[in-house]
């Protein structure tokens, strides 16, 4: 398993940016993929955006174009670059690994863009 550790979220106003972090300890190389997923008050957990093992990205539409998600060449960083915020995207941001053992979850951390 991995721990995941989030964080850099905080208030913005409308169009501005954050850029979120999610430390990655242990088991690394079990690693599938990294997701970001968002979850606001009375919704789902939706995933956000997805870099695998290869280095593939996946972005839900709602972000494609604002949101960048990478990762540092120890593969123990991934970050969440989010540009031109809108207010829709307040949310509890998760850091998510994908793992062949299953799924691990960071404790999250609050994005609020005030308009």
């Known amino acids: ?20 972090s999610c430390a990655v300890s242990g088991s690394i190389s079990s690693i599938i993929a990294m997701r970001w997923y968002r979850q606001a008050p009375g919704k789902q957990r939706d995933r956000v955006a ?3 093992a290869g280095g593939v990205t996946v972005y839900a539409d709602s972000v494609e174009g604002r949101f960048t998600i990478s990762r540092n060449s120890g593969r123990n ?3 969440l670059q989010m540009n031109s915020l809108k207010p829709d995207d307040t949310a509890v941001y998760y ?14 951390t609050q994005v609020t863009v005030s308009s």
Do not use: H, K, M, P
Not at 1 to 19: D, H, K, N, P, T
Not at 99 to 104: A, C, F, K, L
């Open 77 to 79: 960083t991934v970050y």
């Open 95 to 108: 850091c998510n690994a994908f793992q062949t053992t299953g799924d691990s979850w960071g404790q999250g």
């Open 50 to 52: 997805t870099i695998t």
């Open 1 to 20: 398993q991995v721990q995941l550790a989030e964080s850099g979220g905080g208030l913005v106003q409308a169009g501005g940016s954050l850029r979120l």
